[in-house]
């Protein structure tokens, strides 16, 4: 349900330079309308300055923006006047919260009555009742991020954009802020953009995940495809860990591929297309066997190190040729008495593997 | 009774110090106010009711308050280029404010009487460019008195003023610009109101230098444009009227503690964070 028109934008070879640093190459993807994306990467991935050039902050070197097809790429911030949400919040210290609030509102030139009832709206939908007439200094972190939000969706801006918003916050309340800015966007359908360094939060808030290395767009997925078929490395690693296998003899059959790690034969059913001189299982994927399985692939390793951490176990161990596996287990599954330097095998099912 | 560090022992050398060369001679003159020529308030009376004195301190709060007045508004705009233009433009600031502020009040006095007075270079080159015939009087009056007490004060209003500025959060003026606001309007509704702490902290620190004013009034008013602190010296050093010279001093350290306490508490509750 669209209560407001959401915008689609579209970024076609976008690049930004300083001097002769490159912070961005060649970026190009379209944001669908009401779909929230994430922009996720390091520090100093270019993520941020993509953002900054949406939000027309920042003009881009090269490449163009569009904005429901028609072209802004020169369109200054004003004009565009997408929700912007900072991070540190910087709401205007010198107003209250309602003031904070009214002011895009003022900007537009609506009527007083409809300023008060909108402010009254937004107040009441991020839950800040009774807190209307203070100053952002007199209210808690997350309070100050509820009027930031509150402040950016005032006007239904075509897009909202969300630099690490959350970044100041604590564990606890960034869960909570998290489920807020979950439940905004599913009621006000409009288009998030967010940035984070935090491939949790990441994947948990967002219906696509950009992530970027070296001002380089990595891959654009949804997180559960950014997350079991990564397009590189990069991706496979920066989302959570992974086991790399370097494979040699790798041919392709009809319904796959088959290969071989440490004289072993693997196949694979999955995630095929990539360059093919490594597989990468995701560690939650892989089980510890006494004895070699029925199906699926299988490996021989030696278990260096047990930690328990209650409801799971997480395990290293290395192969013969010296690769270096991690794993992590539901306790109840493992096998009984395991111990440092046993020989054991890992195994994981044909299809939960991705060639890098 | 609340434990002292001992490092604040340190101080008490200024203390000693302001005790002796500020608190002692003030008691004095505050002897003299009431003892000279004889006991009594009789000379707060004159002060106050005298009409030359009257004139006096009535235009000395109005030379103070048009000197204030300008010298924030001059700084505002330097201050705001040298806090957020470019390189070069900072670096020019930045010398125009320091320059001066190295140079003695006496000889900057001095300097202005060269460039203002009525033989002076801007009339000369004014009538032999045919722009005037006559020369005009810029000096031995009240515009004098400003043009020399702004110069003088621009920097004492810029340090304030670029500290405040300088707090200024880029993203809060982004933010404002993102939801549509002109530059005008980020202007006028966020920065300046942001800054507001700082432009009063400046008025104060301006307004209460300016009432204190002695060698700039002299020298570029030539007499005819006597302020509080010169008159203080004419009654002391030039007519035998210590006792006078001294209440007017009262007087004018009360005014200026006054408007302290009163601007401090219009400054406090609405500082910046």
């Known amino acids: ?356 | 009774m609340p434990a002292v560090p001992r490092s604040a022992l340190l101080l008490l050398p200024l203390l000693g110090f302001m005790v002796l060369t500020y608190l002692v001679p003030f008691l004095g003159i505050l002897r003299w106010s009431v003892t000279l020529p004889e006991p009594g308030f009789g000379q707060y009376q004159t002060a106050l009711t005298d009409p030359l004195v009257l004139a006096v301190f009535l235009r000395t709060f109005r030379t103070c308050a048009v000197v204030t007045l300008v010298t924030v508004v001059a700084s505002y705009m330097i201050t705001l280029l040298w806090v957020r233009g470019t390189p070069m433009q900072r670096l020019v600031v930045e010398f125009c404010i320091l320059i001066p502020f190295w140079i003695s009040v006496l000889t900057r006095a001095f300097g202005w009487l060269a460039l203002l007075s009525t033989k002076g270079i801007i009339n000369t080159w004014l009538q032999t460019t045919g722009i005037l015939s006559e020369p005009l009087t810029m000096v031995r009056n009240e515009f004098g008195v400003i043009v020399g007490m702004v110069h003088f004060l621009i920097p004492f209003a810029a340090f304030p003023l670029a500290s405040a500025m300088r707090t200024v959060d880029e993203r809060v003026l982004l933010a404002a610009r993102g939801m549509g606001a002109s530059r005008a309007r980020v202007f006028t509704q966020v920065f300046v109101p942001m800054t507001a702490p700082g432009v009063l902290g400046a008025a104060l620190v301006v307004f209460v230098f300016a009432l204190g004013f002695f060698v700039t009034p002299a020298i570029l008013g030539g007499g005819r444009s006597v302020m509080a602190a010169e008159l203080v010296y004419l009654r002391i050093f030039q007519s035998p009227n210590w006792g006078l010279g001294a209440a007017i001093s009262v007087i004018l350290m009360l005014g200026v503690g006054g408007l302290l306490a009163l601007l401090m508490r219009q400054v406090r509750p609405a500082g910046t964070r």
């Open chain 1, 1 to 356: 349900m669209l209560k407001i028109s959401a915008a689609e934008i579209g970024a076609e070879g976008i690049g930004k330079s300083y001097g002769s640093f490159a912070a961005l190459t060649d970026v190009s993807l379209t944001i669908a309308p009401g779909e929230f994306l994430t922009l996720l990467g390091p520090s100093g991935s270019g993520k941020t300055t993509f953002l900054m050039i949406l939000a027309g902050f920042e003009a881009a070197t090269t490449g163009r923006l569009t904005l429901n097809g028609a072209d802004m790429t020169a369109t200054p911030a004003e004009t565009r006047a997408f929700g912007m949400v900072f991070q540190g919040y910087a709401l205007f210290p010198h107003m209250t919260v309602e003031q904070n609030i009214a002011f895009p509102l003022k900007v537009q030139g609506r009527s007083d009555g409809d300023i008060k009832r909108r402010v009254a709206e937004m107040i009441e939908m991020v839950g800040l009742g009774g807190h209307g007439h203070k100053r952002p200094s007199g209210l808690s972190g997350g309070q100050q991020q509820r009027v930031a939000l509150a402040r950016a969706l005032a006007y239904d801006p075509p897009v909202l954009l969300l630099d690490e918003p959350f970044s100041a916050l604590d564990k606890n309340l960034r869960g909570q802020m998290q489920d807020e800015v979950r439940r905004l966007h599913r009621e006000i359908g409009t288009t998030f953009v967010f940035v984070t360094h935090d491939q949790s939060e990441a994947l948990a808030l967002s219906s696509r995940v950009a992530i970027f290395n070296h001002g380089v767009l990595e891959q654009i997925a949804a997180p559960k495809d950014a997350y079991e078929c990564p397009a590189n490395r990069f991706v496979a690693e920066f989302l959570g860990d992974i086991n790399i296998l370097p494979l040699t003899d790798v041919s392709s059959r009809h319904d796959g591929a088959q290969a071989s790690f440490e004289g072993q034969n693997l196949q694979m059913t999955s995630g095929l297309g990539g360059p093919s001189g490594t597989l990468a299982v995701r560690p939650e994927y892989m089980s510890l066997c006494l004895t070699p399985p029925q199906t699926g692939n299988a490996i021989k390793a030696v278990l260096r190190d047990l930690t328990y951490l209650g409801a799971e176990t997480q395990l290293s161990l290395t192969t013969p040729g010296g690769v270096s596996l991690r794993l992590s287990s539901p306790t109840a599954t493992l096998p009984q008495g395991l111990a440092s330097g046993m020989t054991v095998w890992v195994a994981w099912p044909a299809d939960r593997g991705t060639f890098l």
